[in-house]
């Protein structure tokens, strides 16, 4: 399963409309997540992939952004 797919994915549980969620999106400006939600996304993408990724403070990233964090992550880890 690509990046992108696990991400908007969870997006999705969390509750966003999936015709919302796009590369494009704006996790807090066009999907409105909340501090919350944006600690619900991380620690679901721990739990999924294993990686734990940071949010720039006060940075509204895209979708792609996001997916571009967590698979620098995923590069950053250990084969097991």
Same mark, same amino acid.
Do not use: H, N, W
């Given at each position: 399963?690509?990046?992108? $797919? /696990?991400?908007?994915? &969870?997006?999705? =549980? &969390? @509750? #966003?409309? +999936? $015709?919302?969620?796009? =590369?494009? +999106?704006?996790?807090? @400006? %066009?999907?409105?997540? =909340?501090?919350?939600?944006? /600690?619900?996304?991380?620690?679901?993408?721990?739990?999924?992939?294993?990686?734990? /990724?940071?949010?720039?403070?006060?940075?509204?990233?895209?979708?792609?952004?996001?997916?571009?964090?967590? %698979? =620098? $992550?995923?590069a950053g880890q250990p #084969?097991?």
């Amino acid at each position: 399963m690509s990046t992108y $797919a /696990v991400v908007s994915t &969870i997006l999705v =549980d &969390i @509750g #966003i409309e +999936s $015709a919302a969620v796009s =590369d494009e +999106s704006y996790l807090r @400006g %066009d999907l409105r997540l =909340d501090s919350t939600e944006l /600690v619900e996304v991380t620690l679901e993408l721990k739990r999924r992939l294993g990686v734990a /990724v940071r949010f720039p403070p006060r940075t509204d990233l895209r979708v792609r952004e996001l997916c571009a964090l967590v %698979d =620098d $992550a995923r590069a950053g880890q250990p #084969i097991v």
